[in-house]
């Protein structure tokens, strides 16, 4: 894996995109201590300013943010040729039927419903990274 400077990343990035900053801190705690370097999003705007700057192996997005929503935030990095193949998972309370089939048009990879368990999110986050696919990430 290499960051945008072509330098080499030791341990995969992942993007946690949440405006209750409580969710971003327990699982970027998680996510450090299980391996992984994580960068911190609190807003649609600033999830695209970090995924273009940083280019994270994957990206998690709360699709119910304030001003730009996870929704178009994802809808933008699907359509950008530097972020386009970063796997994005939706994590969100927008559990109703309709809301999964929502998030996959609007480019999500994947749909987890919150609250979820730290140890399901993490073992969805292994599996992408672990495609074949998920080599191109980042790059």
Not at 27 to 34: E, M, T, V
Request: net charge negative; with cysteine; proline share 6%.
């Amino acid at each position: 894996m290499a960051d945008p400077k072509g330098e080499a990343r030791r341990r995969p990035l992942v993007l946690l995109v949440d405006d209750f900053e409580d969710n971003r801190e327990m699982f970027a705690d998680y996510f450090s201590f299980s391996g992984f370097d994580v960068a911190q999003a609190g807003t649609g705007t600033e999830a695209l300013e970090k995924a273009f700057a940083l280019r994270p192996d994957i990206i998690l997005m709360d699709l119910s943010l304030p001003g730009l929503d996870g929704w178009e935030a994802t809808r933008r990095l699907k359509k950008d040729e530097r972020t386009q193949r970063i796997p994005v998972i939706a994590v969100t309370g927008h559990a109703l039927r309709g809301h999964s089939e929502g998030a996959m048009q609007a480019g999500c990879d994947a749909f987890i419903a919150k609250p979820c368990m730290p140890d399901d999110l993490l073992r969805r986050v292994k599996e992408f990274l672990e495609k074949p696919a998920a080599s191109g990430t980042g790059s």
